[in-house]
């Protein structure tokens, strides 16, 4: 097998699986739960922004999974799957890192096969390369982990609220 294949084979397994995660947040296909399932996921994660916030997910990891596997402008697709990846890793971070304790490894994976995909470029079996778009230079995948990165944590710190704290016990009064 020779390294382009390699590329598509990695290019459609990890977009292909963005993408359906993305599916699965707003329709009830591939498992999903609908977008009000989406909605209540997003809710108990602590984000605000309803229906809203699961459509901008689900279309943000949708688009960015296909264009990955399609390998389509690389760059700008590994940094939308590094950015639906990073606020996954931030929900998931309190819980370490193992995913069988819900920890934070498999968008950690996911971020680091998008950046290696900047890095490498998509390979000639891609939409890039069929398009006659030059091979992508070592710095758009810098940029690709930056904006991606910067990008995911703007959503945390902009839709993500800290649960409020528990109200004070009410002690009975004392009696004299």
């Known amino acids: 097998m020779d390294t382009d294949t390699g590329l ?16 699965q947040k707003v329709s009830f296909l591939l498992g999903g739960s609908g977008l009000a399932g989406g909605t209540e996921e997003f809710r108990h994660d602590g984000f605000r922004g309803g229906a809203l916030t699961a459509l901008a997910a689900g279309a943000g990891q949708i688009g960015s999974g296909l264009m990955l596997a399609a390998g389509a402008l690389t760059p700008l697709a590994a940094a939308g799957a590094i950015g639906v990846m990073t606020v996954a890793l931030t929900v998931k971070w309190p819980n370490g890192l193992w995913v069988q304790h819900d920890g934070y490894e498999y968008p950690l994976v996911l971020i680091g096969i998008a950046t290696t995909l900047a890095l490498t470029g998509p390979g000639r079996l891609s939409a890039d390369h069929a398009l006659g778009l030059p091979h992508w230079p070592a710095w758009s995948a810098a940029a690709a982990l930056a904006l991606g990165t910067a990008g995911g944590l703007a959503v945390r710190a902009l839709l993500h609220h800290p649960p409020a704290p528990a109200p004070p016990s009410q002690a009975p009064p004392r009696s004299p």
């Open 8 to 23: 598509l084979l990695l290019r459609l397994l990890t977009g292909l699986l963005i993408a359906a995660h993305g599916v």
